[in-house]
């Protein structure tokens, strides 16, 4: 089985032709496809794991409550998601980083070590530090995370699953996006190493 997926590459148009239709098969038997939140139940099983930060509540919708107002919002949704984090959701996360490390390894490409954590356009513009690659994409990260969370969702939530709802605030996230990512990344990236 190795050698057939070694063998078959897809070009971007297949690839996407199959992402559409995972997305429309998620929405039709489940729900739309959005990630981001896992990371705000992650922190919230580890918080409630040191201090209560769930409790049941019969008075509450979903059943549970907290009192951190962004936990309890939508009826304790979030509440109830940390106190029974096997769901849907929070497994779809963790199938994303397990179908990310297999596709690396039935991947023909080969990638050399040093490329993979200094890719050569980090190195021609940044050199060969890895703390200051660690740090900026650390901190990269974060920046993403918060502004996904401010807006109310992420990249799949709002550019995928939002667009292909025809959702105006799924529209103008993915404007808004792109007119800041490539600006930064040409400015960041330009004229190599100095």
């Given at each position: 089985?190795?050698?057939?997926?070694?063998?078959?590459?897809?070009?971007?148009?297949?690839?996407?032709?199959?992402?559409?239709?995972?997305?429309?098969?998620?929405?039709?038997?489940?729900?739309?496809?959005?990630?981001?939140?896992?990371?705000?139940?992650?922190?919230?099983?580890?918080?409630?794991?040191?201090?209560?930060?769930?409790?049941?509540?019969a008075?509450?919708?979903s059943?549970?409550?907290?009192?951190?107002?962004?936990?309890?919002?939508?009826?304790?949704?979030?509440?109830?998601?940390?106190?029974?984090?096997?769901?849907?959701?929070?497994?779809?996360?963790?199938?994303?980083?397990?179908?990310?490390?297999?596709?690396?390894k039935?991947?023909?490409?080969?990638?050399?070590?040093?490329?993979?954590?200094?890719?050569?356009?980090?190195?021609?513009?940044?050199?060969k530090?890895?703390?200051?690659?660690?740090?900026?994409?650390?901190?990269?990260?974060?920046?993403?995370?918060?502004?996904?969370?401010?807006?109310?969702?992420?990249?799949?939530?709002?550019?995928?699953?939002?667009?292909?709802?025809?959702?105006?605030?799924?529209?103008?996230?993915?404007?808004?996006?792109?007119?800041?990512?490539?600006?930064?990344?040409?400015?960041?990236?330009?004229?190599?190493r100095?």
């Amino acid at each position: 089985m190795t050698k057939f997926i070694k063998k078959k590459k897809w070009k971007w148009l297949k690839s996407g032709i199959v992402l559409g239709f995972v997305f429309i098969i998620a929405v039709i038997f489940v729900k739309p496809i959005g990630v981001s939140t896992q990371f705000v139940i992650f922190d919230g099983i580890v918080w409630n794991s040191v201090k209560e930060l769930v409790v049941e509540d019969a008075g509450a919708k979903s059943g549970y409550s907290s009192l951190n107002a962004y936990i309890n919002k939508s009826g304790g949704k979030y509440a109830e998601n940390i106190a029974n984090p096997i769901n849907y959701s929070f497994i779809f996360a963790f199938a994303m980083i397990i179908g990310g490390f297999t596709g690396s390894k039935l991947s023909n490409k080969k990638i050399k070590k040093e490329e993979k954590s200094l890719p050569k356009v980090w190195q021609d513009r940044f050199g060969k530090s890895m703390k200051k690659r660690y740090l900026v994409s650390f901190l990269g990260g974060v920046i993403a995370l918060f502004g996904a969370r401010l807006a109310g969702g992420c990249t799949s939530g709002h550019m995928m699953s939002g667009m292909m709802q025809t959702s105006i605030s799924g529209y103008l996230f993915t404007l808004g996006t792109f007119v800041v990512a490539i600006p930064t990344a040409i400015i960041l990236y330009r004229g190599g190493r100095r």
